[in-house]
T-cell receptor, first 114, second 112 residues
């Protein structure tokens, strides 16, 4: 079984630039999550999708972050414009149903904002 | 909302010793508690999990205990090996927020 795929693996941008991350969950997993992990901290949920609908985006900074999962499969997370404090690992995860099911993480995208 | 506290933040043990990491949670409605291991620069990987209807679960050298009354759960690693060195995260799921809340992590170092 293929795991959660993410790209790019690394990204370096300057502040005020835009960046996009892509995620393809495990086949058949209905729930997809985007987490932000700042160095030395635990992952923090940004947004949760169930199929192509948003379940929770309460911690997503909507003035600069956006995410979509149009066909209920892969997803993109965008930051526009980026700030220095956005430097972090962005992890995508998926689970079969979401309600207490096991989460499987992708390898993440390490973002550095200069 | 749910809040997960994890202790200690760093833990150093000799190879062969046991390691214990403790977490507390605030929302009594939380019902699922996974533990993740994250090696440097890699993805978090689920190593063991426990649901609220179980008090203890064991998988070879790893065990997790849950005390619902006190709202705390612990990870126990016996006969530690250098390859156990990593950051370990506890998490709690459920409750009013309905998503997984992570602790801040414990950096475990196993010295040969």
């Amino acid at each position: 079984e293929a795991g959660v795929a993410q790209s790019p693996r690394y990204k370096i941008i300057e502040k005020r630039q835009s960046v996009a991350f892509w995620c393809n969950p495990i086949s058949g997993h209905a729930t997809l999550y985007w987490y932000q992990q700042i160095l030395g901290q635990g992952p923090k949920l940004l947004i949760q999708f169930q199929n192509n609908g948003v379940v929770d985006d309460s911690q997503l900074p909507k003035d600069r972050f956006s995410a979509e999962r149009l066909k209920g499969v892969d997803s993109t997370l965008k930051i526009q414009p980026a700030k220095l404090e956005d430097s972090a690992m962005y992890l995508c995860a998926s689970s079969k149903q979401g309600l207490g099911e096991k989460l499987f993480f992708g390898s993440g995208t390490q973002l550095s904002v200069l | 909302g749910e809040n997960v506290e994890q202790h200690p933040s760093t833990l150093s043990v000799q190879e062969g010793d046991s390691a214990v990491i403790k977490c507390t949670y605030s929302d009594s409605a939380s019902n699922y508690f996974p533990w993740y291991k994250q090696e440097l620069g890699k993805r978090p990987q689920l190593i063991i999990d426990i649901r609220s209807n179980v008090g203890e679960k064991k998988d070879q050298r790893i065990a997790v205990t849950l005390n619902k009354t006190a709202k705390h759960f612990s990870l126990h690693i016996t006969e530690t090996q250098p390859e156990d060195s990593a950051v370990y995260f506890c998490a709690a799921y459920g409750g009013s927020q309905g998503n997984l809340i992570f602790g801040k992590g414990t950096k475990l170092s196993v010295k040969p």
